[in-house]
């Protein structure tokens, strides 16, 4: 209780709104739920966000309710757990989830939570188990979850339900993805709905014989939508990004987007298609407009794919994506006849965004920790053959997503911390960052579409 009441006391000291105020700093004191409706209700098309979006505790609450916990999130490639016992933990809000290998190619996650008292389970970050014991009262369970060992307890407890708390677990081309919300239970949109119409744009690759051959980690204090806001436009680019400015044609058109520099672009890379559509590679653009099913409404989730031709000019020496133009890797993945310099920019929203060439992937995951605190993971896959030394090495691998995504973490929190001021308030988009207010619409409508239903419910 005493610990209790000075929170209360501040509430009770803190002003009271009726309806959202932007000149107030909504830093200082809790959010009531009242001013999440007054958000919502008053958002701005092609505006940013309104700051309390930003930074609330409460909105990442409400966004862990309505979002997060419904949503498929992006967690590895299987190659990181090959062998049954296998796991990692995947972090997201708060939460620790236990994704384990089981048999064949079974995948399962558990939330690292006991059933006797619930202490975390499995302390280390990744490991092998036979199975999953608890470091308090040696409660053990199953790789698949269940109870296998309780000392001392009761024969009256039925031990059937003490089974740990799970996800559900779809792999998709060798990535697992993961939904908070157990099978049969809330309104989650259909995974194989979402990501099928992405299929043929990553199976020529074959990302499910590819292997880790690197990984970066990227925390960065802001929050997630300012990571998400900043993958989705290019307008940053020519300032930010000189390697991506040199490495990526397309960098013309989303960067630049001058008359001039988008011709540039269209008229190479036409030229390109036509080699690669001879070799029987995929070329243009996921066409995925769909209406939106009540799930998908509120749970927003969505796929793109655009392939397209991955180098400037061949003066620039900029190749397969490496800093000297050596074609590396140089074992082709999965089909691809020959390596045409195309790249496949591909993406499964909000927590898995890839670039895949005809030889390598970087997978981008970004996933929330906290309000204030995101999680920006790039994963570099190559052939489940390739020899590093002989086939890759790390350095020509990573250098342009590592190079990006490290000046990408310093742009979310300079401007995580610029959202966070008193001066902060609403600005426009520009025609380069058209994407984001389409993102932000079907994020507001997903909050208002949960927070009905939730009224609703209460009735
Ligand atoms: Fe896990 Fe007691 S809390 S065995
Ligand atoms: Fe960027």
Request: with cysteine; net charge negative; glycine share 6%.
């Amino acid at each position: 209780m005493s610990a209790l009441l000075p929170r209360i006391v501040i509430r009770l000291l803190a002003p009271r709104k009726t309806a959202y105020d932007p000149n107030m700093t909504y830093s200082r004191y809790a959010i009531e739920d009242t001013l999440i409706d007054d958000l919502i209700a008053g958002y701005r098309p092609n505006y940013s966000l309104e700051q309390p979006f930003y930074f609330s505790p409460e909105i990442f609450e409400e966004e862990f309710i309505h979002l997060f916990s419904r949503q498929w999130q992006f967690t590895d490639h299987i190659s990181r757990i090959p062998h049954k016992g296998d796991y990692f933990l995947f972090k997201i809000a708060g939460e620790e989830i236990i994704v384990v290998r089981g048999d064949g190619n079974t995948v399962y996650a558990h939330f690292n939570v006991c059933r006797h008292r619930g202490s975390r389970i499995c302390l280390a970050s990744e490991g092998h188990v036979k199975q999953m014991t608890c470091p308090y009262h040696a409660w053990s369970y199953r790789i698949d979850g269940s109870l296998s060992h309780a000392r001392a307890m009761s024969e009256d407890i039925d031990r059937s339900k003490l089974s740990l708390r799970s996800c559900q677990v779809r792999v998709f081309e060798g990535l697992i993805f993961i939904n908070l919300t157990p099978e049969g239970t809330g309104l989650i949109p259909d995974f194989d709905t979402i990501v099928e119409p992405l299929r043929p744009w990553l199976a020529q690759a074959d990302l499910r014989h590819t292997k880790i051959a690197h990984v970066e980690e990227f925390r960065s204090k802001a929050n997630w939508k300012a990571a998400h806001e900043n993958y989705f436009e290019c307008y940053h680019c020519p300032g930010a990004h000189p390697e991506w400015m040199k490495a990526q044609l397309h960098a013309l058109r989303d960067a630049l987007g001058t008359k001039s520099a988008i011709e540039k672009f269209e008229k190479r890379n036409r030229v390109w298609e036509e080699k690669a559509r001879k070799l029987g590679h995929m070329v243009g653009n996921l066409n995925n407009s769909s209406d939106h099913s009540d799930a998908e409404n509120y749970c927003t989730q969505m796929v793109f794919a655009e392939r397209m031709l991955v180098n400037v000019d061949a003066k620039d020496l900029y190749n397969s994506l490496t800093p000297d133009g050596a074609k590396m890797p140089t074992k082709l993945l999965g089909t691809y006849k020959e390596d045409d310099e195309g790249q496949v920019d591909w993406g499964i929203g909000p927590s898995g965004f890839g670039y895949t060439t005809c030889t390598a992937t970087a997978i981008l995951r970004i996933t929330p920790r906290g309000p204030v605190d995101t999680d920006q993971v790039v994963t570099w896959l190559v052939h489940e053959d390739a020899k590093e030394g002989i086939d890759y090495d790390v350095e020509s691998l990573s250098w342009l997503h590592s190079a990006t995504i490290g000046q990408d973490r310093k742009i979310a929190e300079d401007n995580q911390a610029g959202m966070s001021s008193r001066a902060y308030e609403p600005g426009p988009y520009t025609e380069l960052e058209s994407a984001i207010p389409e993102i932000n619409k079907d994020y507001i409508r997903a909050l208002a579409y949960g927070r009905a239903l939730r009224v609703n419910a209460n009735r």
